[in-house]
């Protein structure tokens, strides 16, 4: 397959070609191909979806494109950078190019929430502490925590600690944000809003955001584009649009199932 195959839409011309692209990338556990032969390029300054049952690879492509695992075949760009050629420390650099909100938010339980979001601007960015507090204060703001910054995580809700992840996440001022499951355990209200958060702040800032979930109502209400993956396969990648729309059997199956009638 050539660059032909990949949609202009993919590749907004001032914007230095997709955020992320893979080609024919695959990986294998034993003889379970979790990821096969996906290609596919996630457009930059955008919110994209990756939708797909539980065990469909979404995990598995995510940690593709961290470069935390590394694929059986294919190629992972991330900013252009291809990731198998770089060297150990052109990796990590990239990565500081990229947040990541993890589903368990990983918060340093032992840490206050204004630490936890600080704690990337001092021990990565080298900012002065009194610096790094400002500034997460300021970052606590923008996520609609005002005045929770001397709590520890175990004394907020779940939707509470999402925010304190998505601040820190963007600490480092990311190009490109991966979010796993971001509103998982989540109630209905507290997921909509978490909803609403995700795509105030990416309008706002205008990075880069790939969102892996299996809610298809909180990607309805986030998604610029959306991928669908189905056993390791991508079933359906394009505008949001396009593929709410798409006449494929195996989409429809697992959209009908999910989106509400109307
Ligand atoms: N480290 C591993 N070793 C062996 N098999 C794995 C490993 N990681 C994932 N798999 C398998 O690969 C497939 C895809 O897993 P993955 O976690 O990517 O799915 P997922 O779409 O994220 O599912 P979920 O929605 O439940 O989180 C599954 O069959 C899983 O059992
Ligand atoms: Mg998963």
Redesign the pocket.
């Known amino acids: 397959m050539s660059d032909s195959t990949i949609p202009d839409s993919a590749a907004p011309e001032h914007t230095g070609g997709p955020a992320v692209l893979l080609e024919h990338v695959a990986k294998r ?2 003889d ?1 191909a ?1 990821i096969d032969d996906v290609t596919l390029a996630i457009p930059r300054g955008r919110i994209t979806a990756l939708l ?10 995510l940690r593709l494109i961290t470069g935390l695992s590394r694929p059986d075949a294919g190629s992972v760009r991330v900013l252009g950078e291809e990731l198998s050629t770089l060297p150990r420390g052109g990796l990590l650099k990239l990565r500081r190019r990229m947040g990541m909100l993890f589903q368990d938010n990983a918060l340093f339980q032992s840490l206050t929430v204004v630490d936890n979001v600080a704690f990337p601007l001092v021990r990565v960015a080298r900012v002065p502490t009194a610096e790094a507090k400002r500034r997460a204060l300021a970052l606590l703001e923008q996520v609609g925590l005002p005045g929770l910054g001397e709590r520890r995580p175990d004394e907020l809700s779940g939707g509470q600690r999402k925010r304190v992840a998505l601040a820190r996440a963007l600490a480092l001022e990311p190009e490109v944000v991966l979010f796993d ?1 971001p509103t998982s355990g989540l109630d209905p209200q507290t997921s909509a809003a978490i909803d609403a958060l995700l795509r105030e702040t990416q309008r706002r800032l205008g990075t880069t955001f790939v969102v ?1 979930t ?1 809610d298809i109502i909180s990607a309805a209400a986030i998604a610029d584009h959306v991928g669908l ?1 189905v056993d ?1 396969k991508l079933r359906a990648f394009g505008s949001k649009d396009e593929v709410w729309s798409s006449t494929d059997p195996q989409v429809r199956a697992f959209l009908d199932r999910r989106l509400p009638a109307g």
């Open positions: 556990f034993g379970h979790a797909g049952p539980s065990g469909s690879g979404k995990s598995t492509l499951e892996i299996h993956l390791g």
